[in-house]
């Protein structure tokens, strides 16, 4: 891994942190707010800073360019994987929701490889909390199915409330927490002289 030494570097620094949650909040709040005259005015206007309305309609280079702004996430800690896929988004034309949809799209295969990862790690008896395959019980197999469809239902129904919010307020609501949170961290560097 090519950025081992400078994620490393990175993950202990609380100025990086800070400066990367206040720099995305400044991002997402300008990106949100150029597009917002698009949004309000819809697919048919004239002149829109908006031209990819549905996921379904988004380019490759779009999709290129959105996951290469993803690994902004990786390298600077703070700054948010999702922030970083939906103003890259935003920037690229797509609308909010276009936006917010592909992101959660994207973060999919990661949740699901690393779940399964550290699943399959504990049912062979190494990781965290080893387990082993012939420890588990018919009753310890169907809490886990319960957990599992309970997640997945939680989750759901919280990306669609999060899905129609931001499709009526915006991410300047987001914007303002990562201004606020980012000072705040660089507020405490400072204090500790890091």
Known sequence: FLLTKVIGKNLESLKVMGSALLVGGIVMWIVDA???????????????????????????????WI?????????????????STIAAGQLAGMSRASALEFSFFLSMPTMVVATCYDL?????????NPIGVSQIDS?????????FVVSFIVAYASVAWFMA???????APFAIYRIIVGALVLRYAARLGS
């Open 165 to 171: 919010y931001v499709r009526r307020r915006g991410f």
């Open 120 to 128: 399959l790690k504990s049912l062979r008896g190494k990781g965290e």
């Open 139 to 147: 009753h310890e197999w169907l809490v886990l199915a319960i957990g």
């Open 34 to 64: 150029m597009n917002a005259k698009s949004e309000a005015a819809g697919p048919d206007a004239p002149h829109s800073r908006i031209h990819t309305w549905k996921m379904e309609a988004m380019s490759l280079g779009q999709g290129i």
């Open 67 to 83: 996951g290469a702004c993803q690994v902004l996430s990786a390298v600077f800690p703070g700054t948010s994987r999702s922030m």
